[in-house]
């Protein structure tokens, strides 16, 4: 007798990936490459390239090793992504400081009435999906870089302000693969 699957075993993700690479394309500092478990995921980085002194403000991608911490996610702007992350939803009043004065330098924080922080609710949708990553966590230095996440590219893939971004059927395929022991490889 044959044996079929079960249909929740078919539901299932795929095992998370334990390693994941980014590297720069030749002659395009701002254009990059994300190598992982047989994909290769064309990205935008920042402006400024990969850098191995980040430094707020720079416009560069940091080089490093880091590991992704959570899942933000509007579900406005879409179904609930499969991952191994632990997942947030993004709200109006989240923002992540980029104030490097500030004691909640590089955290996700809630929106003042002055405006302060960088909005995780924009209208375009670089931020629909974003991916967290433990950039400058701990410790957290003061002007080392804030807010350096995985998230969506600009229709012209154009450079980010340090992040790394791709489309979102290329993010949707990496969410699913990644685990929060998932080594991300920059550089």
Request: overall charge positive.
């Amino acid at each position: 007798m044959k044996k079929t699957a079960r249909p929740e075993a078919s539901r299932r993700s795929p095992q998370p990936l334990a390693r994941l690479q980014v590297r720069a394309a030749a002659g395009q500092r701002s254009r990059g490459w994300l190598i992982a478990g047989g994909l290769t995921i064309p990205v935008a980085l920042g402006r400024g390239g990969i850098l191995a002194n980040k430094r707020e403000g720079d416009g560069g991608t940091p080089r490093g090793i880091f590991w992704p911490l959570r899942l933000w996610w509007r579900p406005d702007r879409g179904p609930r992504p499969r991952t191994h992350l632990p997942i947030r939803i993004i709200g109006p009043d989240d923002a992540w400081c980029e104030d490097p004065v500030s004691r909640h330098y590089n955290r996700p924080i809630r929106r003042s009435a002055a405006g302060d922080g960088d909005r995780l609710m924009r209208d375009d949708h670089l931020y629909d999906l974003i991916i967290e990553i433990d950039h400058n966590t701990r410790p957290r230095i003061a002007g080392r870089g804030s807010a350096v996440f995985l998230h969506l590219a600009r229709d012209n893939f154009g450079p980010t302000a340090g992040c790394v971004a791709m489309t979102r059927p290329n993010l949707t395929r990496l969410l699913a693969r990644l685990g929060p022991n998932t080594k991300i490889v920059i550089g």
